[in-house]
């Protein structure tokens, strides 16, 4: 087995696009590397929310091991959390892996959470504005993304396009100036050297992934998951804000779509986005970070990574 300390490397990080095997490939290198994974997915820290975000603790077993994990069923749906929490939250994790000598691995497809993290973003707390939020939750995606790009083309390039809650909460960050100017980049102290891996496929193998997925999703009960969320005192705006599962469900049983129209919608909505991903993972390899792209995510490609020479 390959040990944790035969490098040097103090932060592995596995992305990729949706459908792709993230997580599948990240519990094979904690094991063989003596890891633990730290989640990068901004909507698996929402307890209740499992079939919808792809969240399946099962994953984490291999051979009848169980690899730690971190950042998950951890907030309710009603609470807010957002990119700033999730550094303090890595932060703290990050130092306590350490403490044990194990590798920490951030896994997850959240491309900005794991923006901020390589490049050490500073995000000044900004308090919620409840009258603004009003206001934009009542725009289509269309138009905040419009407004959102009339404020900062530069904030639009870097964010996710996935959630009305995440485009939201960046029009307010960006909307109040003061706090926006004390927004820099700096000097990352914590992590020195981290090793990036991405997981590719062919285009038209994501595709057919994707597709698969759904269905199986929707077999599973996807749709039934949000009726009880629903009954939890979820409402309807906030389900809207929740991903694109979570948003077209919503329209059926609001009567909006029928069956058929959702999951050709919710098909194709996905589909766009794992574009859109890799188009963000592509700028993040243009801001100077090095991605190691790992063809269908082999284990044996990433570990040659590793081994010694």
């Known amino acids: 087995m390959i040990k944790s300390y035969y490098t040097d490397h103090d932060l592995l990080v596995v992305l990729g696009p949706t459908a792709t095997g993230k997580t599948r490939l990240a519990v094979q290198l904690a094991n ?136 939201i909460r960046t029009i307010e960050v960006e909307r109040n100036s003061e706090k926006k100017q004390q927004r820099k980049r700096r000097i990352n102290l914590k992590i020195q050297n981290p090793i990036v891996l991405g997981i590719e496929y062919p285009r038209e193998i994501i595709r057919e992934r994707i597709t698969k997925r759904l269905h199986e999703r929707l077999d599973q009960g996807m749709v039934h998951e949000v009726e009880i969320l629903i009954d939890r005192g979820i409402t309807h705006e906030q389900l809207d804000r929740f991903g694109l599962e979570y948003r077209f469900i919503n329209r059926y049983l609001l009567g909006q779509l029928t069956k058929n129209e959702m999951v050709e919608k919710l098909n194709t909505a996905i589909h766009q986005f794992a574009k859109r991903q890799m188009t963000f993972f592509r700028n993040i390899e243009k801001n100077g970070i090095r991605i190691h792209w790992i063809p269908e995510g082999n284990l044996n490609s990433a570990l040659d990574l590793f081994r010694l020479k």
């Open 32 to 167: 063989e590397l003596e890891g633990e994974i730290i989640s990068a997915d901004s909507r698996q820290v929402y307890r209740g929310m499992d079939i919808g975000t792809g969240k399946d603790q099962n994953e984490y077993k291999l051979k009848g091991k169980t690899i730690s994990y971190h950042l998950i069923d951890i907030a309710d749906p009603q609470e807010e959390y957002n990119v700033f929490q999730f550094q303090k939250d890595f932060q703290k994790i990050f130092l306590n892996i350490h403490k044990y000598e194990k590798l920490p691995i951030l896994c997850g497809g959240t491309g900005f959470y794991i923006k901020a993290i390589l490049m050490d973003f500073h995000l000044p707390p900004v308090s919620p504005d409840k009258k603004l939020r009003k206001e934009l939750e009542n725009w289509k995606m269309d138009d905040l993304i419009l407004e959102l790009e009339s404020i900062s083309s530069s904030e639009l390039k870097n964010s996710s396009l996935e959630t009305k809650r995440r485009i």
